[in-house]
């Protein structure tokens, strides 16, 4: 009996019976509920007069937003795509476009010259641009979820009073994170920054910036106290034109070419204390935290990115005449079609959700990786299938579909690889279950 016992097994009414958990049970419902499967009431819906509408539906200042940048795209960004990834430079006009149509500075309040929308806005202007030109994308996109709310968020109001009108009209920002041996383990960086009275004194060096090129101010996260790890590591506000401040050669990349990417090195740069942004030793929180947003972002950019590919692929399809009818009739290519058709309205909606779900103040961590993860591998998936569908002439650069595939490898790398979110979302599922 014992080593039945042992084995899980009880004897009830002379019968042996195996003792399964509750968890185990048959026919019963688990105790523990996956949060995302958790519905919400939502309190004076009627008195509020609030509507439960679909994910897809905008307000009108949204959709207003939303045209205008599409036919922005159309009708200043297209024409230079080709010839900015060519030379691997962003166009003058195309920055000084961003900000004159208000696009660097969407939810930034109106008191600082933003255009005081919504972040879900933001999402909506970066898939738009990436149809088009995902480089552009994310130069829009690292601004207002980084740059602007990382001054908006954490800045003293003389900080905030300093440069969010310079945000809004004319400077970029670069934020300043990995290094040559902290990328994913990000908060081993080596820069440390040395107390010297009223200012400190930062030495190191920064890869893979973003932004770099044109940045006019660099958020630049280094260790005030190495012996505490990562709590030490704190966040400055440095200006480009800082004594010590080096921004090196641009890296000649895969894709997003137009979007610079360069080191960064930090040779006795002095920086007044008063330029530290939030508290001393809580830039990892500032990080982690600037991130989980940025995370948002990146998913509408691979979302726009593969929208846009398929939009180019699609009707091509319908025109080209193979064995007597177009290549869109064979019942294998509609299959295709459809499935991927079917996994981008997902990539929509898990981005949609997730910047609903930041907007209103509601936990959203797990489905901002949710979104980027899988927006990353749909985009990998669509620019591969287009480029098939396409033929020999997908293959070329006489049409943007090869830049697209190019374009998209970058989404399961940056702003934390796609592993990283996969780790992220199991550690949220292990809180819940």
Not at 66 to 76: C, G, I, L
Request: net charge neutral.
């Amino acid at each position: 009996m014992a080593a039945a016992a042992a084995a899980g097994w009880l004897k009830i009414g002379g019968k042996l019976k195996r003792n399964l958990p509750l968890y185990l049970a048959p026919w019963r419902a688990s105790p523990c509920v996956f949060r995302s499967s958790k519905s919400e009431l939502k309190p004076n819906l009627a008195s509020d007069g609030v509507v439960c509408a679909p994910l897809q539906t905008f307000t009108e200042e949204e959709k207003m937003l939303k045209n205008m940048v599409t036919k922005f795209a159309q009708e200043r960004v297209a024409p230079l795509v080709q010839k900015m990834d060519e030379n691997s430079k962003m166009e003058d006009s195309i920055i000084q476009g961003l900000f004159e149509q208000g696009l660097m500075s969407i939810d930034l309040g109106e008191e600082y010259g933003g255009t005081g929308a919504s972040f879900f806005s933001i999402i909506l202007v970066v898939e738009e641009l990436a149809k088009v030109d995902p480089a552009v994308a994310l130069l829009c996109e690292l601004q207002n979820t980084l740059t602007n709310k990382l001054f908006a968020t954490y800045g003293t109001e003389e900080q905030k009073r300093t440069y969010l009108p310079r945000v809004a009209k004319d400077t970029i920002g670069s934020f300043c994170l990995s290094e040559a041996g902290s990328g994913s383990d990000a908060f081993s960086l080596k820069t440390r920054a040395e107390k010297k009275g009223d200012y400190y004194i930062i030495n190191g060096s920064k890869m893979w910036i973003s932004l770099a090129e044109h940045a006019g101010v660099f958020f630049v996260m280094a260790n005030t106290d190495p012996s505490l790890g990562y709590r030490g590591i704190t966040c400055f506000i440095v200006d480009r034109d800082t004594e010590g401040l080096h921004v090196g050669k641009k890296e000649d990349k895969l894709g997003i070419r137009a979007s610079s990417t360069c080191p960064v090195t930090f040779e006795n740069v002095k920086v007044p204390e008063t330029n530290i942004l939030g508290q001393v030793g809580q830039g990892y929180k500032y990080a982690i935290g600037m991130l989980n947003t940025g995370r948002i972002g990146i998913a509408a950019q691979m979302l726009g990115l593969a929208q846009g590919c398929f939009d180019h692929t699609i009707p091509y399809t319908k025109e080209r005449v193979q064995f007597g009818k177009s290549v869109f009739d064979f019942q294998g290519m509609q299959h295709q079609i459809a499935q991927v058709a079917t996994q981008l309205e997902a990539a929509r909606l898990l981005t949609y959700n997730a910047a609903r779900l930041a907007e209103t103040g509601r936990p959203f961590i797990k489905e901002a990786s949710m979104a980027k993860y899988y927006a990353a591998e749909v985009a990998t998936l669509t620019t591969s299938k287009c480029i098939e569908w396409m033929g020999g002439v997908g293959f070329t650069k006489n049409y943007p579909i090869e830049k697209y595939y190019r374009d998209c490898k970058i989404g399961t790398i940056y702003e934390g690889t796609s592993n990283i979110q996969l780790s992220t979302i199991a550690k949220s599922l292990a809180q819940e279950y």
